[in-house]
């Protein structure tokens, strides 16, 4: 893929401009990197150009010094969509990407058309949790820290029919920068939009899985409550839905954009 330099880091990008109105935009979950919208590309493709990215501290991005925010996240996509002349764009992010989703359309509003806030939630674990996590793998690594992923990523049958499927999410997972890893777990652990998110003007679709142990169906109602232009979706997953329930997620984003 492409890289470029944006907010003091080197980012690398797929950008298909289709010639469409409008683009998507998608932001991968802590330790994915943009492979984990494989199963959106050719559908959504069809209707919008996409833009994919490495979260800074994942693939091949780089993995800069200190602790990442939502604020350095959050401007990294502003600045790589600006970049690319892309003034305006659909935001998608699951989990660690919907908190920047959430970000930005409390910061950057203008820029934002409609959001899509998967398997997230404004506040997500506990600071207790995120600093345990962070010790770990500065310590053992990220292969330690792997070994429960799949469990809590995909159902029961979804790691049983397809593992070849898994196995490649969990070794791209262990291929991450371990500092990279850490700085956005950071980000993760000190980003809480609990007070603000009732502000998020712009139409937003909330996606759950019904058997995410991360951020549960609880998480997505009271999202959906909060947020007063949103709906909401449920799917037979857990945190990677969009990985999991590839055909339902592409309908429930095409039903809500177009």
């Known amino acids: 893929m492409p890289k470029i330099t944006v907010n003091k880091a080197v980012l690398s990008y797929?950008?298909?401009?289709?010639?469409?109105?409008?683009?998507?935009?998608?932001?991968n979950s802590l330790g994915t990197n943009y492979s984990m919208w494989a199963k959106q590309e050719n559908e959504l493709s069809k209707h919008f150009n996409i833009l994919f990215s490495d979260t800074r501290g994942?693939?091949?991005?780089e993995t800069t010094e200190g602790d990442y925010s939502a604020e350095i996240l959050g401007n990294d996509i502003l600045q790589?969509?600006?970049?690319?002349?892309?003034?305006?764009?659909?935001?998608?992010g699951?989990?660690?990407?919907?908190?920047?989703?959430?970000?930005?359309a409390?910061?950057?509003?203008?820029?934002?058309?409609k959001l899509v806030l998967c398997n997230t939630s404004p506040k997500i674990g506990t600071k207790e949790s995120w600093n345990e996590r962070i010790s770990i793998v500065k310590t053992k690594g990220l292969k330690h820290v792997a070994e429960?992923?799949?469990?809590?990523?995909?159902?029961?049958?979804?790691?049983?029919?397809e593992p070849e499927e898994v196995q490649q999410i969990l070794e791209n997972f262990k291929k991450n920068s371990a500092q990279g890893y850490s700085s956005c777990c950071a980000m993760v652990r000190d980003a809480d939009f609990s007070?603000?998110?009732?502000?998020?003007?712009?139409p937003v679709l909330i996606i759950s899985g019904s058997e995410d142990p991360v951020t549960t169906l609880d998480d997505g109602n009271k999202m959906q409550k909060l947020i007063k232009n949103s709906q909401h979706i449920i799917l037979n997953a857990r945190h990677l839905s969009a990985f999991e329930c590839p055909k339902e997620f592409n309908d429930a984003l095409l039903n809500f954009l177009k």
């Open 14 to 27: 797929k950008f298909l401009d289709n010639r469409n109105a409008e683009t998507l935009v998608f932001s």
């Open 58 to 61: 994942h693939g091949e991005s």
């Open 80 to 92: 790589l969509t600006e970049i690319l002349g892309v003034k305006s764009f659909i935001f998608c």
């Open 94 to 104: 699951l989990s660690m990407g919907g908190l920047i989703g959430q970000w930005l």
């Open 106 to 113: 409390l910061n950057a509003g203008e820029r934002i058309e």
């Open 148 to 161: 429960n992923t799949a469990e809590k990523w995909f159902t029961d049958d979804f790691i049983k029919n």
């Open 195 to 202: 007070e603000e998110i009732k502000n998020i003007e712009k």
